[in-house]
């Protein structure tokens, strides 16, 4: 069964405090994994998209990795508007066409205090 | 460009009476998605069209979710008769065609409480 943990559910950082947050996913067959942004009240936003191992794409402080197993978003000296819900999703491949089909993880909220 | 456009964006009713959410994709997206985001299962995937025709209907809960898409600029999701535990919130999102990857676009969302 295709599947997407994220982790950790929550974290606060203080103001120039990077860290990274983790997606590890479980697919019979990899087409993309996607992150997006959501602010509270409001729809996703797409960051990126990263398509085979070792890709790494970069946003302002934001950084996102892939492994054949994990995706990593690694966040550098964060400001409070980096503040937000990070979700991981994935497209798994399907030989009998693409359905379009994301599966996304639970998220982590992320809270960078000033 | 105006983004992916939702309406209502709120919408309060009464456990059994009909509800319809309304979807305007982004000008020249030729792929739309109905999801719906809830605490406990997140976001999961209701329908998928592509150019109009409904390809993946897997993730629709049950026969009381409808979904049609008319033309490119126009589509629906009703719930008749409605329940308590459909109140969710609803995002409609449209696809970009070609490159690698189809990437989705979110609209703002209807946040649905059946009371």
């Known amino acids: 069964e295709d599947q997407v943990t994220q982790s950790p559910e929550a974290l606060r950082l203080q103001e120039g405090e990077s860290s990274s947050l983790n997606c590890s996913y479980t697919?019979?067959?990899?087409?993309?994994l996607f992150w997006y942004r959501q602010d509270p009240g409001k729809g996703p936003e797409f960051l990126f998209t990263?398509?085979?191992a070792g890709e790494e794409k970069e946003k302002e402080r934001l950084k996102a990795t892939l492994t054949k197993k994990e995706s990593f978003l690694h966040i550098t000296a964060p400001k409070p508007e980096d503040s937000a819900t990070y979700l991981c999703?994935?497209?798994?491949?399907?030989?009998?066409?693409?359905?379009?089909?994301?599966?996304f993880g639970q998220g982590t909220t992320l809270q960078v205090k000033p | 460009d105006a983004g992916v456009i939702q309406s209502p964006r709120h919408e309060v009713t009464e456990m059994g009476q009909e509800v319809t959410l309304r979807c305007k994709p982004i000008?020249?997206?030729?792929?739309l998605f109905w999801y719906r985001q809830t605490m406990m299962r997140g976001l999961e995937l209701l329908i998928y069209?592509?150019?109009?025709?409904?390809?993946?209907d897997s993730g629709m809960p049950e026969d009381r979710f409808s979904a049609k898409m008319p033309n490119a600029s126009f589509s629906t999701l009703k719930i008749q008769p409605s329940e308590p535990r459909d109140s969710a919130v609803y995002f409609c999102?449209?696809?970009?065609?070609?490159?690698?990857?189809?990437?989705?676009?979110f609209g703002p969302g209807t946040r649905l409480l059946v009371l």
């Open positions: 990263l398509y085979s």
């Open positions: 999102a449209s696809g970009r065609p070609g490159g690698r990857q189809e990437t989705q676009y």
């Open positions: 069209f592509n150019n109009n025709v409904p390809i993946d």
């Open positions: 999703a994935v497209q798994p491949f399907r030989f009998s066409g693409n359905t379009g089909k994301l599966i």
């Open positions: 000008s020249g997206h030729n792929s």
């Open positions: 697919v019979s067959g990899l087409r993309g």
